[in-house]
């Protein structure tokens, strides 16, 4: 298997989300933002556009937009989030055929000797710090079976890689596992007050289903011997001064066309003069 496809569509309805700390967080999409809506660690409900909501956390645009427009996500900071009733974990179980006998039978060895759940992710995640893999999106071999080659050949890959190899051992271990896209980091502009998260922070990894029905988030990235100086210093970089200008006139323009009321539209635009003030004469 090649490619990762879902296996079980949740119904429609508000995720049951428990524990966390509740916040609020306003979103600008771009135009082509596709059918998704970008949210927040573990998001609750989602103002201001027309969307639908599976029980999984994902959230989708109800039409496409033709013209710019924000939406305000209520998440729960590190909150739980529960699986469907129902659900035995079957379907996040799964493996294509053609996985590799020698990742099957190394998943396998791992946890000989190891019955609960629990102590079956720290197997596995130990068994990902001692492969001492790195975090690389480049000059990576073209094969017949990358996630093979990656655990035990090159050892280098990015984080489709990661969460893949990592998924497909829990689930041959008898371990629940899904994994999830989303974007990891960003960059904070001080002139508008807001984080810029784009295509360079599109990120995969893996949730895993625990003994009381809730999806807990693992990075297996993390386990990269550079991790540290490769995937998360990548997910902060900082813009040039210019750029961090344009992007804040881009940012305080699309408040304007978005916010109708005129009063709303000069206080944004006289914070957008001070703000951008303010920056040129600390770089002078």
């Not at 304007?256 to 914070?271: C, E, G, H, P, Y």
Request: aromatic residues 12%; contains cysteine; proline residues 6%.
């Amino acid at each position: 298997g090649t490619v990762w496809k879902r296996a079980y569509k949740s119904p429609y309805g508000r995720p049951d989300v428990t524990g966390g700390r509740p916040v609020e967080v306003t979103i600008f999409p771009e135009a082509n933002h596709g059918k998704f809506l970008a949210t927040l660690d573990t998001p609750v409900a989602i103002e201001g556009v027309r969307s639908r909501q599976w029980t999984d956390g994902t959230f989708l645009f109800r039409r496409s937009a033709k013209k710019p427009q924000s939406y305000r996500i209520k998440a729960n900071l590190n909150g739980s989030l529960r699986a469907d009733p129902g659900i035995v974990g079957e379907p996040y179980l799964q493996l294509p055929a053609d996985v590799s006998p020698r990742t099957r039978q190394a998943a396998r060895s791992l946890v000989a000797s190891t019955a609960g759940r629990e102590q079956k992710i720290e197997k596995i995640k130990e068994f990902f710090r001692e492969r001492q893999l790195v975090y690389a999106t480049d000059d990576l071999p073209l094969v017949d079976d990358p996630i093979d080659n990656f655990i035990f050949a090159s050892k280098r890959g990015y984080c489709e890689y990661f969460a893949s190899a990592f998924a497909i051992m829990l689930r041959e271990t008898g371990v629940p596992a899904r994994l999830v896209g989303g974007y990891l980091g960003g960059t904070f502009n001080p002139l508008g007050g807001y984080y810029i998260v784009g295509e360079k922070n599109a990120h995969v990894w893996v949730e895993v289903l625990n003994r009381q029905g809730e999806w807990l988030r693992i990075d297996p990235n993390l386990y990269a011997v550079n991790a540290e100086t490769s995937l998360l210093a990548r997910s902060l970089q900082q813009r040039p001064g210019w750029q961090q200008m344009a992007d804040a006139i881009d940012y305080y323009w699309t408040q304007v066309v978005i916010t109708f009321d005129f009063a709303r539209q000069l206080q944004f635009l006289k914070s957008a003069r001070k703000k951008i003030g303010d920056w040129r004469r600390s770089d002078t």
